[in-house]
Each structure stands twice: as C-alpha cells, then as structure tokens.
C-alpha cells in the first residue's frame, strides 16, 4: 500500500509593504554607521601619526629640546615610566620640549641607546642641537620628573 503524501502549505510570514518610515529608519541607520566607522577610522589615524611622531628620532637636534625615553614595549616598569612621563609632561604643554621614544627593538632605538650606553628605563635629556645633557635611570614617579623637567626646559 502507497502512502499517501500531505502538501503542507508553508506558514512564512507574508512580507509587509515597506513603507516610507522603514526606508528612512534604514537611510538612518547606514548613516549612522558610515559617520561611527568614519569616526574609528580618523581616531586611529590620528593616534598613528601621534605614534610615528613619537617614535621618529630623526626630530632629536632640530631646534627643540629632547626628552627621550630609552624604552622596551614588552618591560612593564618602561610602560609605567612612560605613563608617569606623559603625565609630568602635561603640565609643560606648549613649551618647546618635544618626547620621543627610542623602542630597543627597532634598529634606531637600540644605536641610540648603545650610542650613549644607557639600558631601557632611562631618560636622556638633549638640548636644542641634540646634545645630550642629563641620563637617569630607573623608575621615577611624576612628582619626581616634575622638577626635573623644569631644570632641563630652564637650561635649554
């Protein structure tokens, strides 16, 4: 004996007409996230050049007094001497000192750092015309720095 087959009608929703209001909730919507990618984009962009600039040791003995962080990104005492540097220097904004970092993994930052004979953890201090002025070495905390940027901006 044959079985017998059921045609099952299908219970898909019936598509609704799209109205005026949906197309302009999706106009809004892509628009929104066209502004929100484009948004993303200029920040990394702009944090880019803000790092390429900070790394470029080429800017050293150009006019400008120098503070240069002799820096290993994978050491967490350099990471915390870079973070208590960038906060000491917020209050110096606008006076001519420029900060660089010289990363010893890249070729530049490792010749500057053999160049001086100094580890990672330390500051060098040069003058306008890339002289260096002053080393120090190890940890140090805002307060600290402070002080010492104050006396390298007035010597320089």
Known sequence: MA?????????????????????LKLMRNGALGVVTVGGVGYWAAGSFRAYAAEHDLSRMGQGAPAIVQVHDPHCPICTALQKQTRAALKGFDDCGLIYLVADINTPEGASLAARHGVPHVTLLFFDR????????????????????????????
């Open 3 to 23: 079985k017998s087959r059921k045609i099952r009608k299908s219970k898909a929703p019936v598509p609704e007409e799209t109205t005026r209001r949906d197309m």
């Open 129 to 156: 015309d890339g002289e260096l002025l002053r080393s120090v070495n190890g940890m140090h905390s805002e307060a600290q720095l402070s002080p010492m940027i104050a006396d390298h901006k007035a010597a320089t």
